[in-house]
């Protein structure tokens, strides 16, 4: 589906999913309805770690993308590491996770929702060179690369080509 819609709007619903499920769970005094979220926070898998994780590697020049997604599961191990030693050691107040996975949820749907792109990689595979352009132009002057870019750049494959170089 990320293919077809993009990955920002499949990683927003995610991730607007995975919110609802944490504040509900907050609230849940029920061994059915804890089922029911734990299932619909797994759905939420898909679009809040998944898709977000093609979306960051696919931003990433392709040089360093393979590090990229390295460090990505590396985070999400320590994170799942430091959590079973929380609860081991620390404490065993599971509101504390609630209030942390609730706080850098609404962080990053809100960083995501205002300030990120869709990915460019997406629309050059759609073929919407302009918005591809555009967005890659954002990304050099977000990154302080703006003169090794010339603004008017054109992707091989709009001229007939058949690929582009980062």
């Known amino acids: 589906a990320a293919d077809i819609y ?4 499949l990683f927003l619903i995610g991730l607007t999913l995975y919110i609802a499920v944490v504040v509900a769970l ?19 898998e898909t679009g809040r770690y998944y898709v977000a994780y093609v979306y960051c590697v ?3 020049p392709k040089s360093v993308q393979d590090a990229t997604g390295i ?6 191990g320590f994170a799942m590491t430091y ?18 996975a609730l706080f850098v ?14 990915s460019p990689r997406f629309f050059y595979g759609h073929k919407k060179f302009d918005k591809a352009r555009e967005v890659i ?18 992707f091989e494959e709009e001229i007939g080509g058949q690929s582009y170089r980062q």
Request: glycine share 8%.
């Open 71 to 76: 460090y990505i599961f590396l985070v999400f």
């Open 58 to 60: 696919e931003m990433m």
């Open 105 to 118: 949820g609404l962080a990053s749907w809100l960083t995501v929702l205002f300030w990120l792109p869709e």
């Open 137 to 154: 132009l954002k990304m050099a002057r977000v990154n302080g690369t703006m003169s090794l870019f010339d603004p008017n750049f054109v």
């Open 6 to 9: 993009g990955r920002k709007p």
């Open 83 to 100: 959590i079973g030693l929380q609860f081991w050691y620390l404490t065993k107040d599971v509101y504390l996770n609630n209030w942390i």
């Open 26 to 44: 907050y609230f849940n005094r029920s061994l059915p309805l804890l089922y029911t979220l734990m299932f619909l926070g797994g759905v939420s």
